[in-house]
Structures are given as C-alpha cells and as structure tokens.
C-alpha cells in the first residue's frame, strides 16, 4: 500500500522510539504525497527518512495517533488479530468467563494498541466509541470483527461517538445500532444486578472502570453511614448496601442519575433499603448534610480535561476533599478518586494533603487506587494511567 509521509523534525523521533503513540502537530517537518485527509492512515518516519510507525492522521495538537509500529497493511486481518489479542487478555485474566460478571472493557485504546477506540461489554451488547476519525471510519469493519469473535454471546453493537469525535472534523456522527437492537440493559457485576441506559447515560453507560474499587469499598462499608457523592448510578451505594451499611446516602447533580440510582437500590434490595438520594449540588449537599458520616466516597467527573485548565481542576479537588474531610467522623475513611489524565498521582495527592491541612485533619493513606485489569495502562503511554484514587483514614 501507498502512504502519505510524515517526516518529523530532528529529535521528534525519541518518543516514537519509546513506543509512545502519539505525535504532536508541531513535531512535523514535511509532508510528502499530499495533504492527508482527516482520518486517512499515514507513514511517520524520522529527519532521516526511517520508518517509525503507522497511524491515523487528524487535526489538532495531537496529528497521529500510531497504531501499528512495524510496517504492516491495515486491513481486515490486521485489525482482528488485534480485536483477538485484547479478548484473549481478557480470558486469561478472567474477565470473559466469568460466572458473575457480565460487563467489562473490552477494547481499551492505547492500552489495547488501539488509540482512539473503546469498546464495552454489557451482557450482550457491545457498546463502540470512538475518540479519532481514523477510528470512526473503520467502525463498520470493528462491528464485522465483533460478529465474528464473539459469536453468539454478541447480540447488538450500538455506536456511541456523537459527542467523543473532534468537533473540528468535517463529519455528522449520529448515535446508533450498527448491529442488531435496543436489548435489556441488565448487567451483573459481581453478583450485583445494575440497569445499564447506553444510548442516553455518561460515557458508555457505566462506570466500568470502578468495579475493584466498589468491591473494596464494599469491605469498608459494614454497620457504617456511607456518603456516595457524584454518585451517577450508585454503583458504589449498591455495593456499600449489600455489605450491610447502616444507611447509604447517594449525591448528584443529575435527577436522571438518582433516579437511576434509586431503581438499581430497589433491583437488588427492594423499596425496604436504607437508602435516600439526593439530586442536588456535592457543595450545597455537604453544606446541608443530614449526616456525619463513616465512609465518604469523592467519585466527581473529570476536572480537567486538558492541561490549560490544569490549575482550576487541582483546586477543585481541594475545595471538594476539603468539604468532605470536615464531614466524615473520627476513624472514617475517605475513598476519593480523579479520573483527570491530566491530573498526575502527585498533583491529586497533592490536592488532599492540602484538603486535609486546611481541614485540620490527620489522615493517613491506607490505599493507592487505579483501574482494572479490563483497562490496561500500556506502560509506554503514562497518559492511559488516568484513574487514581486514594483511600485515606481519617482520625
């Protein structure tokens, strides 16, 4: 196959050397071919002319996202061996396969040597969103290849990329079903039961990437007063409940969210829960908190999505973290997460070091947290760490 070449300036080549995916706009020297199409599979090589990779070109600071660094045709084969390797990961880890758990990442970008691609798994349904136009064109050859690998445990494909793809780009994405129809939405996570809303919920549906972190919290939460804060669709609540939390209290600024919350308190445990759940703002509630509490989890949507707005986001954390430490009793234990890739482990511990001295509270770190094992961080690519999350008693 012909591509379009990208030959990148002198000393641009070291990250691509370090197998790190991406290339910055301002790391190009010339381009020779033409001018690539948005989307369109082009050849980087070195101020040398030494081939380095293969990627999806687009517009923005990020021009390529590489996907293959060996010199390969793209095709078919090409991606199903790749769909193949990540779904037989997953068996191995015992993720597909297992007999409570029916939900999982099974495409996971560049953790999975796919950037700009991910693929959920909800018992039946695999729910596609793409992050780069590369990706999006290719969607109808990903949902053959889905049909193909998972047989008959595949029942629809639903394309989810409306609101993820570059607004820069020259294209009308438009949520919908590439294979079969809208299906049950019941998932089962460890023995919990949730319904899963993809074509209306947050991100794919679902907060997959919690599971690990809702089953510790599960093992903290006995004979307590749990406090779910941004709590979408209390996945956390319902694991606190089934390991016989004393009341759960469930917090966000989305009534749908509650309301979501609310049905999945009632599937697994009937109208009799100790629950409530409060639609309302994460200040405003702990400003006017019924409570103290024993367990207080600080889940909130992503502060900072870039790292302009880097500063903002880190007192964002502080100001939250603070109103939760002034809230939780002595001996209680904060679970508080950032799903900011721009937010590094040392910025978010920095942010609740500082909470915690302006609360005047002693804490100590019983837990580094991060994602599962269905989102692998790709150790060339730091930025696919984007979970962290601390566990801190609180004295």
Same mark, same amino acid.
């Given at each position: 196959?012909?591509?379009?070449?990208?030959?990148?300036?002198?000393?641009?080549?070291?990250?691509?050397?370090?197998?790190?995916?991406?290339?910055?706009?301002?790391?190009?020297?010339?381009?020779?071919?033409?001018?690539?199409?948005?989307?369109?599979?082009?050849?980087?090589?070195?101020?040398?002319?030494?081939?380095?990779?293969? @990627?999806?070109?687009?517009?923005?600071?990020?021009?390529?996202?590489?996907?293959?660094?060996?010199?390969? &045709?793209?095709?078919?084969?090409?991606?199903?061996?790749?769909?193949?390797?990540?779904?037989?990961?997953?068996?191995?880890?015992?993720?597909?396969?297992?007999?409570?758990?029916?939900?999982?990442?099974?495409?996971?970008?560049?953790?999975?040597?796919?950037?700009?691609?991910?693929?959920?798994?909800?018992?039946?349904?695999?729910?596609?969103?793409?992050?780069?136009?590369?990706?999006?064109?290719?969607?109808?050859?990903?949902? +053959?290849?889905?049909?193909?690998?998972?047989?008959? %445990?595949?029942?629809?494909?639903?394309?989810?990329?409306?609101?993820?793809?570059?607004?820069?780009?020259?294209?009308?994405?438009?949520?919908?079903?590439?294979?079969?129809?809208?299906?049950?939405?019941?998932? &089962?996570?460890?023995?919990?039961?949730?319904?899963?809303?993809?074509?209306?919920?947050?991100?794919?549906?679902?907060?997959?990437?919690?599971?690990?972190?809702?089953?510790?919290?599960?093992?903290?939460? %006995? @004979?307590?007063?749990?406090?779910?804060?941004?709590?979408?669709?209390?996945?956390?609540?319902?694991?606190?409940?089934?390991?016989?939390? +004393?009341?759960?209290?469930?917090?966000?600024?989305?009534?749908?969210?509650?309301?979501?919350?609310?049905?999945?308190?009632?599937?697994?445990? @009937?109208?009799?829960?100790?629950?409530?759940?409060?639609?309302? *703002?994460?200040?405003?509630?702990?400003?006017?908190?019924?409570?103290?509490?024993?367990?207080?989890?600080? *889940?909130?949507?992503?502060?900072?999505?870039?790292? %302009?707005?880097?500063?903002?986001?880190?007192?964002?954390? %502080?100001?939250?973290?603070?109103?939760?430490?002034?809230?939780?009793?002595?001996?209680?234990?904060?679970?508080?997460?950032?799903?900011?890739?721009?937010?590094?482990?040392?910025?978010?511990?920095?942010?609740?070091?500082?909470?915690?001295?302006?609360?005047?509270?002693?804490?100590?770190?019983?837990?580094?947290?991060?994602?599962?094992?269905?989102?692998?961080?790709?150790?060339?690519?730091?930025?696919?760490?984007?979970?962290?999350?601390?566990?801190?008693?609180?004295?």
């Amino acid at each position: 196959m012909e591509f379009i070449k990208i030959m990148l300036k002198s000393g641009k080549d070291a990250s691509l050397r370090r197998f790190h995916p991406w290339v910055f706009s301002g790391a190009i020297k010339k381009i020779y071919g033409g001018e690539p199409k948005e989307g369109e599979v082009v050849l980087v090589c070195d101020n040398h002319d030494e081939f380095l990779g293969l @990627g999806h070109y687009q517009i923005g600071s990020i021009a390529i996202r590489i996907f293959s660094f060996d010199l390969v &045709e793209p095709n078919y084969e090409f991606w199903k061996n790749k769909f193949q390797k990540a779904i037989d990961y997953r068996i191995q880890m015992g993720i597909i396969g297992s007999t409570n758990t029916n939900v999982y990442r099974l495409i996971h970008a560049e953790g999975d040597g796919m950037p700009g691609l991910i693929v959920d798994y909800y018992n039946g349904t695999a729910v596609m969103q793409t992050h780069s136009i590369g990706m999006h064109l290719l969607r109808e050859t990903f949902a +053959e290849i889905l049909k193909e690998l998972l047989g008959d %445990k595949l029942t629809a494909i639903y394309d989810k990329s409306e609101a993820t793809l570059p607004h820069k780009a020259d294209i009308d994405p438009k949520d919908g079903y590439l294979f079969g129809e809208s299906s049950t939405g019941l998932v &089962e996570e460890y023995g919990n039961k949730f319904n899963i809303d993809w074509e209306k919920g947050q991100k794919t549906g679902f907060f997959i990437d919690q599971r690990e972190n809702r089953r510790m919290i599960a093992e903290y939460s %006995k @004979g307590k007063k749990v406090c779910n804060v941004f709590g979408y669709t209390g996945g956390f609540s319902v694991y606190a409940l089934k390991a016989g939390a +004393e009341l759960v209290h469930s917090v966000d600024s989305s009534k749908l969210a509650i309301d979501l919350t609310n049905e999945n308190v009632e599937l697994n445990f @009937g109208k009799d829960a100790n629950h409530e759940g409060f639609a309302m *703002d994460a200040f405003n509630f702990f400003d006017n908190a019924p409570e103290k509490y024993d367990v207080i989890i600080l *889940d909130p949507p992503a502060f900072a999505k870039h790292q %302009k707005v880097l500063h903002n986001a880190l007192q964002g954390y %502080k100001r939250i973290n603070q109103k939760a430490l002034e809230q939780i009793k002595p001996g209680g234990i904060l679970f508080t997460f950032s799903c900011s890739q721009a937010v590094s482990r040392d910025n978010f511990r920095q942010s609740v070091f500082v909470a915690a001295a302006n609360a005047r509270r002693n804490v100590r770190i019983l837990h580094h947290l991060s994602q599962p094992i269905d989102h692998p961080i790709n150790i060339y690519h730091p930025e696919s760490e984007y979970l962290k999350g601390l566990a801190v008693y609180v004295e």
